[in-house]
């Protein structure tokens, strides 16, 4: 599977954004899927992850009510929709992919990643 993130940007705070990952192969529907972001000088963290139906989501504590994480599997794409975007969500946003969405909550091994797209948020 090869993941491809788009959509990242220059915003304001408090604008929004609205990133993509389109995968490639046809495993793509029994894949938990997930982002991950890394600030300069930091971990790398899950932001948010939704199982392979999308009857099951994460958010990280700090983006809960501001984003929204979602999938179509017709256009094996995952999307991430992001409001009230703050300085401190400045990061390189990766997508990734696994068979099993727990180890999105729990800090297991992701098989999939794709290449990061630059999100950066002015003050």
């Known amino acids: 599977v090869q993941l491809q993130a788009s959509g990242g940007g220059l915003v304001q705070a408090g604008g929004s954004l609205r990133l993509s990952c389109e995968a490639s192969?046809?495993?793509?529907?029994?894949?938990?899927m997930g982002w991950f972001r890394q600030a300069p000088g930091q971990e790398r963290e899950v932001v948010a992850a939704i199982s392979w139906t999308g009857s099951s989501k994460y958010y990280a504590d700090s983006v809960k009510g501001r984003f929204t994480i979602s999938r179509d599997n017709a256009k094996n794409t995952m999307y991430l929709q992001m409001n009230t975007l703050k300085p401190e969500d400045t990061a390189v946003y990766f997508c990734?992919?696994?068979?099993?969405?727990?180890?999105?909550?729990?800090?297991?091994?992701?098989?999939?990643w794709g290449k990061g797209t630059l999100v950066t948020v002015s003050s």
């Open positions: 192969g046809r495993i793509f529907n029994n894949l938990a």
């Open positions: 990734a992919g696994d068979p099993v969405y727990v180890d999105f909550v729990r800090g297991g091994g992701i098989n999939y």
